[in-house]
Nanobody, 124 residues
Framework: QVQLVESGGGLVQPGGSLRLSCAAS????????IGWFRQAPGKEREGVSY????????IYADSVKGRFTISRDNAKNTVYLQMNSLKPEDTAVYFC?????????????????WGQGTQVTVSS
């Protein structure tokens, strides 16, 4: 059974850091691109960062470039999102998702498997 489970969310002050984890089971990350998406109240779900299954190519949204880092540990079948210099506008539910592709893809419709999401709140 394919499953993605996010963890690591929470409440943090502006300027703080969090590391999100996305643990995969039922499939091997090597052949999948993993994307992190987020959805704030009243807004559409948006892509934040992606990492390919083949060579680990990455893509970041302009809004998080330089602050967030995506990485993967294939031995643990887990993808991470290190979030630094957090801002109130980063507040959202963060989801990880998997697409069967060796290359990075940003088209949300290509992602077949989704986690349940983890809440990130940036507030003083």
């Amino acid at each position: 059974q394919v499953q993605l489970v996010e963890s690591g969310g929470g409440l943090v002050q502006p300027g703080g850091s969090l590391r999100l984890s996305c643990a995969a089971s039922g499939f091997t990350l090597d052949y999948y691109t993993i994307g992190w998406f987020r959805q704030a109240p009243g807004k559409e779900r948006e892509g934040v960062s992606y990492i390919s299954g083949s060579v680990g190519s990455t893509i970041y949204a302009d809004s998080v470039k330089g602050r967030f880092t995506i990485s993967r540990d294939n031995a643990k079948n887990t993808v991470y999102l290190q979030m630094n210099s957090l801002k109130p506008e980063d507040t959202a539910v963060y989801f990880c998702a998997a697409a069967r592709s060796s290359w990075v893809i940003t088209n949300r419709s290509a992602y077949n498997y989704w986690g349940q999401g983890t809440q990130v709140t940036v507030s003083s």
